[in-house]
T-cell receptor
Framework: DAKTTQPPSMDCAEGRAANLPCNHS???????VYWYRQIHSQGPQYIIH???NNETNEMASLIITEDRKSSTLILPHATLRDTAVYYC????????????FGQGTELSVKP | DGGITQSPKYLFRKEGQNVTLSCEQN?????MYWYRQDPGQGLRLIYY???????QKGDIAEGYSVSREKKESFPLTVTSAQKNPTAFYLC????????????FGPGTRLTVL
């Protein structure tokens, strides 16, 4: 079972920041938080991951709370092409570090 | 051009036939994975391989088989024993198993008629 919970859907205006929340209250001390997104009928695309500290790359920022029980993915200037299902995943250690995907958040970016 | 390729993108088969899905990567990754996705659902792990000539069952391996004879290739066979084979199949690879980021191919949509 997925170790994360996310809202099923969110809307965001084009050009504004999209903030996608994720709860992972049972995360273990050495488990990483990963974010992927999937556009319909395509393979998931890696976005970012982190352990304790906040992380930023060219796609997004990841803010992890101090107790590590929740995190937020931030897309700073959402575009229509960011419309996708976003998955927050706690990476397990067994089975080769498999990814356990939950239902994700369907983000709709509107003009 | 580096990446993961899966072919074909769409595949149709009659019930009772075995079918093999291709997955190739030129990223020099040691680990490869197969996931299955059903409509409106997340991905579930079928098989994974952390090194050539070795592979392990994932959470839903029944009715599937794999081989890993070459580092760059990890084909998945959907056998007639798989009760509900119609699904979207995704292959992924990572530098090694465990902590390294997994990167996904474009997927193969299998429809069994």
């Amino acid at each position: 079972d997925a170790k994360t919970t996310q809202p099923p859907s969110m809307d965001c205006a084009e050009g504004r920041a999209a903030n996608l929340p994720c709860n992972h209250s049972t995360i273990s001390g050495n488990e990483y938080v990963y974010w992927y997104r999937q556009i319909h009928s395509q393979g998931p695309q890696y976005i970012i991951h982190g352990l304790k500290n906040n992380e930023t790359n060219e796609m997004a920022s990841l803010i992890i709370t101090e107790d590590r029980k929740s995190s937020t993915l931030i897309l700073p200037h959402a575009t229509l092409r960011d419309t996708a299902v976003y998955y927050c995943i706690v990476r397990v250690k067994n089975q080769g570090g498999k990814l356990i995907f939950g239902q994700g958040t369907e983000l709709s970016v509107k003009p | 051009d580096g990446g993961i390729t899966q072919s074909p993108k769409y595949l149709f088969r009659k019930e009772g036939q075995n079918v093999t899905l291709s997955c190739e990567q030129n990223l020099n990754h040691d680990a490869m994975y197969w996931y299955r996705q059903d409509p409106g659902q997340g991905l579930r792990l079928i098989y994974y391989s952390q090194i050539v000539n070795d592979f392990q069952k994932g959470d839903i391996a029944e009715g599937y088989s794999v081989s890993r004879e070459k580092k760059e290739s990890f084909p998945l066979t959907v056998t007639s024993a798989q009760k509900n084979p119609t699904a979207f199949y995704l292959c992924a690879s990572s530098m090694s198993g465990g902590r390294d980021t997994q990167y996904f191919g474009p997927g193969t949509r299998l429809t069994v008629l």
